[in-house]
Structure formats: structure tokens, C-alpha cells
T-cell receptor, first 110, second 116 residues
Framework: GIQVEQSPPDLILQEGANSTLRCNFS?????LQWFHQNPWGQLINLFYIPSGTKQNGRLSATTVATERYSLLYISSSQTTDSGVYFCAVEPLNRDDKIIFGKGTRLHILP | EAGVTQFPSHSVIEKGQTVTLRCDPISGHDNLYWYRRVMGKEIKFLLH????????ESGMPNNRFLAERTGGTYSTLKVQPAELEDSGVYFCASSRYRTSGVDEQYFGPGTRLTVT
């Protein structure tokens, strides 16, 4: 089945720094989504981005479907950005499936 | 160890009818989450149980949706009356409760709901 790999697994940055999280996937997908896991474990949708670039405040994401990767950018990181970021894909013709990466744990130090 | 199970796998109902979805989490997992993917859109968080208590139900779309987790084991999500826009795939996930930090979340196979 489709494989989803996220890198780096852990990232420690000072407040104010910029960060780039990567998601590689092994096969074509219908859709890709970035989530932030909050302290209660809830997965909160950040971007639904099968291709192209989207921006929301300090966060932006780019998916290059033909090259099978997506990037999540966080600019001017804040301590509240800490947590685990997951990438999840929807395989072709299977909208009832979610395949998650293992996540990137981001620590923003004050 | 059995994974998260959901029942039914697919439900087709008419607008105005009632449907109840069930989720059985992994044994010992106190956290239970419901998510849904409305057709063609992103997966969104619906609500979160810790044991039998609702920790957060901010994602529930309206009062036609009612979730319960009596006894802190399995959970049900009832839609009454169902509307066309409720069609989608409903996912359940569970994880162990930790006093600090969060544990890995395991997803069920989903229930596809089709409202005609």
C-alpha cells in the first residue's frame, strides 16, 4: 500500500525561527491533508491541499503532486506552535481511507 | 490486539431518517475521537470522549448529531434526521489516556454514510 513518510521526526527551534516540515508519499493520491495534534490529542485540520500552495497566517503549505511530496512552512514560530504535525493522504479512488505519516514533533523554545 | 472497529461499513438512508454509527475502540483506550470527511472535502474533527465524558464537542455540526459513550467503552454517533449534506465517511479513532502528552491515535476503517 501507499507509504507516507514525514521528516524530520523531531525538530527543536527557538521562538521566532522558521520551520519546514516535509511529507513524502509513495504513490499518487486524491488528496493530502496537514493536521496539528493539540494537547488533548485532537487532530485539527490545517490544510487540505491535493496540489498547489495555500496560506493561512504564519502557516503555508505546498504540495507537488507530480513529485509526490508536500511541505508545511511555519514562519516566525511561537511556543503555541509546538506539538505533532501529521500529514495524511487519501489514496486514489479510496475516499474511505486515510494513510497517516508518523508525524513531526515540533518543539518551540521560548 | 484487535484494532478500532466501526459498524456498519456502509449505510444508505433516505433524507429524514435516523442512522446510528458505532465505534468500538481498542480495549483500554480511554480517548475516543470522531472525525468525518464530507464528500470532496477535508477530514474534520467532530468530538472527543475521555472515558464516558465529552472532552470537546466543538466540531459537531449541529444538534442533529448526538454522540454517546455510555460506560466508557464503545461509542455511538446518531444522526437524526439525516440530511443530504451529512453524506460522507465517518472515522473513529482511539488512544490511551496520558496525564501529560498524547499517545498514538489508531483509526478505524470508517463508516460510509450515503443520504439520498
Amino acid at each position: 500500500g501507499i507509504q507516507v513518510e514525514q521528516s524530520p521526526p523531531d525538530l527543536i527551534l527557538q521562538e521566532g525561527a522558521n520551520s519546514t516540515l516535509r511529507c513524502n508519499f509513495s504513490d499518487s493520491v486524491n488528496n493530502l491533508q496537514w493536521f496539528h495534534q493539540n494537547p488533548w490529542g485532537q487532530l485539527i485540520n490545517l490544510f487540505y491541499i491535493p496540489s498547489g500552495t495555500k496560506q493561512n497566517g504564519r502557516l503555508s503549505a505546498t504540495t507537488v503532486a507530480t513529485e509526490r511530496y508536500s511541505l508545511l512552512y511555519i514562519s516566525s514560530s511561537q511556543t503555541t506552535d509546538s506539538g505533532v504535525y501529521f500529514c495524511a493522504v487519501e489514496p486514489l479512488n479510496r475516499d474511505d481511507k486515510i494513510i497517516f505519516g508518523k508525524g513531526t514533533r515540533l518543539h518551540i523554545l521560548p | 490486539e484487535a484494532g478500532v472497529t466501526q459498524f456498519p461499513s456502509h449505510s444508505v438512508i433516505e433524507k429524514g431518517q435516523t442512522v446510528t454509527l458505532r465505534c468500538d475502540p481498542i480495549s483500554g483506550h480511554d480517548n475516543l475521537y470522531w472525525y468525518r470527511r464530507v464528500m470532496g472535502k477535508e477530514i474534520k474533527f467532530l468530538l472527543h470522549f475521555v472515558k464516558e465524558s465529552k472532552q470537546d464537542e466543538s466540531g459537531m455540526p449541529n444538534n442533529r448529531f448526538l454522540a454517546e459513550r455510555t460506560g466508557g467503552t464503545y461509542s455511538t454517533l446518531k444522526v437524526q434526521p439525516a440530511e443530504l449534506e451529512d453524506s460522507g465517511v465517518y472515522f473513529c479513532a482511539s488512544s490511551r489516556y496520558r496525564t501529560s502528552g498524547v499517545d498514538e491515535q489508531y483509526f478505524g476503517p470508517g463508516t460510509r454514510l450515503t443520504v439520498t
